[in-house]
Nanobody, 127 residues
């Protein structure tokens, strides 16, 4: 059974940093794309960032580019999201997603392309 478990969320002030982790179990995602999405109250789930199977290619939403960094440790089957310069608009539940089959990172923004999802971790940024 595949599981994605997110951790690292919390309540911080604007300008602070957090590092989210997503540990996968049940299968390896070493050569599969993984991503982070988020959903704020009353809003649709939105793409945050994605990383290719090898970790060599990344994509970011415009709203987080330059502040967030995605990385991957294939030995640990884990993906990370380093979030710096957090803003109140970053408040949301952050979800980790992974795919069972390879696809181009150019399609990473579409949540329908992912097969596995974590339960999410809450990030709250106060002003």
């Amino acid at each position: 059974q595949v599981q994605l478990v997110e951790s690292g969320g919390g309540l911080v002030q604007a300008g602070a940093s957090l590092r989210l982790s997503c540990a996968a179990s049940g299968r390896t995602f070493n050569n599969k794309l993984m991503a982070w999405f988020r959903q704020a109250p009353g809003k649709e789930r939105e793409f945050v960032s994605a990383i290719s199977g090898s970790g060599s290619v990344t994509r970011y939403a415009v709203s987080v580019k330059g502040r967030f960094t995605i990385s991957k440790d294939n030995a640990k089957n884990t993906v990370y999201l380093q979030m710096n310069g957090l803003e109140p608009d970053d408040t949301a539940i952050y979800y980790c997603a992974a795919t069972a089959t390879p696809f181009s990172i150019d399609r990473a923004m579409d949540h329908r392309n992912y097969d596995y999802w974590g339960r999410g971790t809450q990030v709250t940024v106060s002003s």
